[in-house]
């Protein structure tokens, strides 16, 4: 990811925050030789050819020097193969996003941008079984289940129910070789630009305008 100096996201605590809040991930790979081949040709004729999956993922700082990406594919997801290779693969987490108009701006001329947050995790996963892999859907569930009454729980459910439902998917971990955060928010612009920008994106009806108007005006103090 192009990240210019004064965008960079840097501090652990951060990217850990914007992981965790922006937890649905696009996990991109690209298949090897010999990868891909039940995936049907019509649509991908190049098995070079870059495939993504959207997916919840569990994030544990702790685990590794980077952290570690937890989450699983539906069996049938031709993107298993790479997960079986060991193919390394990119989880991109995407935040709040909104334009940004240059008319905002007191100095002029300028050009529209965009303002937005991104995390970007590089690693090669691990398919995970049995226990493993019941341990990844019950996390899961609880992390979306909180505060629910009464909270679905894998648990609960019948274990036949289970063991059929972890016949349908393949679980994984990914330990993060690389992680990079970005959040463009203005921050080469003067106060008066950010300002303006600030109130230009309050007086939007779409609510990501608003989420980037309030960090934007968190990053101005």
Request: glycine share 8%.
């Amino acid at each position: 990811m192009y990240i210019p100096a004064a965008f960079a996201v840097d501090d652990p605590a951060d990217l850990t925050r914007l992981i965790q809040q922006n937890a649905f991930a696009t996990l991109v790979s690209i298949a090897a030789d010999g990868l891909m081949a039940n995936y049907p040709t019509a649509n991908y004729p190049v098995a070079s050819y870059p495939m993504a999956s959207h997916v919840p993922l569990l994030y544990r700082p702790e685990q590794g020097p980077h952290g570690t990406l937890v989450g699983h594919l539906a069996r049938p997801n031709p993107q298993v193969e790479a997960l079986i290779a060991g193919t390394p693969m990119l989880a991109i987490f995407s935040g709040p996003h909104a334009y940004i108009s240059p008319g905002w701006y007191q100095a002029a001329p300028a050009v529209p941008t965009w303002n937005y947050l991104a995390v970007h995790a590089c690693g090669r996963p691990r398919v995970l079984e049995g226990e493993a892999a019941a341990e990844t859907v019950a996390e899961l569930a609880a992390v979306y289940e909180a505060g629910r009454a009464p909270p679905w729980r894998l648990a609960d459910q019948p274990p036949a129910f289970i063991a059929g439902m972890l016949r349908g998917i393949v679980a994984f971990e990914m330990p993060i070789d690389r992680l990079e955060g970005k959040a463009k928010l203005n921050q080469n612009r003067s106060l008066a630009d950010r300002e303006g920008a600030v109130r230009g994106l309050r007086a939007e009806t779409d609510p990501g305008a608003h989420a980037v108007a309030d960090l934007m005006a968190a990053s101005i103090g």
